[in-house]
């Protein structure tokens, strides 16, 4: 399991990636090769495989890619799993394919906001309701046992709940991350063993949120809590990303990037590896090196990451430990420029 190989040695830095399914034939074939020089350079502890309903095939197609590839022998994969909206058919179905398929982590999530009616039409013939994440890993737990390492997402600023409330027909809002706490201790209490949180650029905010959880789960150090960075590729996606995900970026942040660069990709990436820098080492040292490995929402990209690993005293490290011979520079001027593989609508 990914959780025992993560246990070995806590000094070390590390990272895993994260990556979408491709919708065309092309876009798949790109993705694998760029996976392959990205786990070959950076040795990911493990790559998780985003997944949705509608494409769950599509998850499971690239998972099975990538298991007949002899080049990834070595690399632990993760699958995303969803519930709200599904039936215990469906999650079945996916979690004998990943064990079918020698998978032995899976990420455990609600999923889109539940659309209560559907749910509760789908689900009139299960014996389970999966309204809520902490369904889907006691399920997982008690169906499978240890056959899956299962993980949980957290989020640093709250998440942002947007829930239907059928007696007063109301939408409740909220975004506390000290109610959440309360159910991310459920999910680990149901057997849970991993976190990845949401994607942040407050490092502010990660580290109350981090010193809150340390305080209410005094076992915390049984679960591997990893932090989920997203690279900054282009401005306007790093402003839409950051307002889906309702997560603050601070005004001396913003204030980095002028005006007359912004649609410059180049110059904001730039920029952007330095920030992502500064955020990674300060989350590392301000926890006493407790978080060591570091999620990256690649988007399917590999250059700021690139840049990210080369460029950062800490997680350079890495490279200095992988087989590759190659000195930090060459390594960085390997990669291609990005060409984008596909857009995740
Ligand atoms: P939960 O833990 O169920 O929490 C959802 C909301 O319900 C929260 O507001 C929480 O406070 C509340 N809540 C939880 N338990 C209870 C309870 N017992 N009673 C009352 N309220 C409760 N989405 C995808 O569709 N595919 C993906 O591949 C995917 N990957 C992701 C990876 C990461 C690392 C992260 C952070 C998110 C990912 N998401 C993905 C998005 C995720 O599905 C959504 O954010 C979803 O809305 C919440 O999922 P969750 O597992 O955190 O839900």
Same mark, same amino acid.
Request: a negative charge.
């Given at each position: ?10 000094? +070390? ?15 798949? !074939? ?14 990911? *502890?493990?790559? %998780? ?6 494409? /769950?095939?599509? %998850? ?7 298991? $007949?590839?002899? =080049?990834?022998? =070595? *690399? &632990? ?5 969803? /519930? ?9 179905? %996916?979690?004998?394919? /990943? ?37 889907? *890993?006691?399920?997982?737990?008690? +169906?499978?046992? #240890?056959?899956? /390492? ?12 947007? !829930? ?21 201790? $459920? ?16 490092? !502010? ?54 005006? @007359? ?12 590896? &330095? ?12 926890? &006493? ?12 990209? $590999? ?19 992988? #087989?590759? @011979? ?20």
């Amino acid at each position: 399991y990914f959780s025992q190989l993560s246990s070995t040695d806590d000094s +070390k830095p590390a990272i895993s990636l994260e990556f979408f399914p491709p919708k065309t034939k092309i876009g798949l !074939d790109n993705l694998i090769k760029r996976i392959e020089r990205l786990t070959i350079a950076l040795q990911p *502890v493990f790559i %998780t495989i985003t997944y949705s309903q509608l494409n /769950c095939d599509k %998850t499971l197609k690239l998972i099975s890619l990538l298991k $007949e590839n002899k =080049n990834f022998d =070595n *690399v &632990n994969i993760c699958c995303h799993l969803t /519930c709200t909206n599904s039936n215990i058919k469906l999650i079945d179905n %996916t979690l004998e394919r /990943c064990k079918n398929l020698g998978i032995n982590n899976i990420l455990a999530l609600r999923g889109d906001p539940v659309d209560t009616d559907a749910v509760s039409q789908q689900n009139n013939n299960d014996s389970i309701n999966f309204r809520y994440a902490v369904d889907l *890993v006691r399920y997982i737990k008690g +169906k499978y046992g #240890d056959t899956f /390492c299962v993980g949980v997402a957290a989020y640093p600023e709250g998440h942002y709940n947007n !829930d239907f409330n059928p007696v007063t027909k109301n939408y409740i809002t909220s975004q506390d991350y000290r109610q959440d706490l309360i159910y991310l201790k $459920e999910k680990l209490d149901a057997g849970a063993s991993f976190i990845i949180t949401q994607l942040f650029y407050n490092a !502010d905010k990660f580290l109350e949120f981090y010193n809150a959880y340390k305080q209410f789960i005094p076992n915390y150090k049984k679960y591997l809590m990893i932090p989920g960075i997203m690279p900054i590729n282009n401005f306007m996606i790093f402003n839409r990303a950051t307002k889906l995900a309702h997560v603050n970026i601070p005004q001396f942040l913003i204030d980095r990037f002028p005006v @007359d660069i912004r649609n410059d990709d180049d110059q904001v990436r730039n920029i952007g590896v &330095n920030i992502m820098i500064e955020i990674i080492e300060r989350i590392h040292r301000e926890t &006493n090196k407790e978080i060591n490995i570091f999620h990256f929402y690649t988007l399917n990209l $590999e250059k700021s990451i690139a840049q990210i690993i080369s460029k950062s005293p800490l997680l350079s490290q890495i490279l200095e430990e992988s #087989d590759d @011979d190659d000195d930090e520079e060459e390594y960085e001027s390997e990669f291609e420029d990005d060409v984008v593989i596909e857009i995740d609508n």
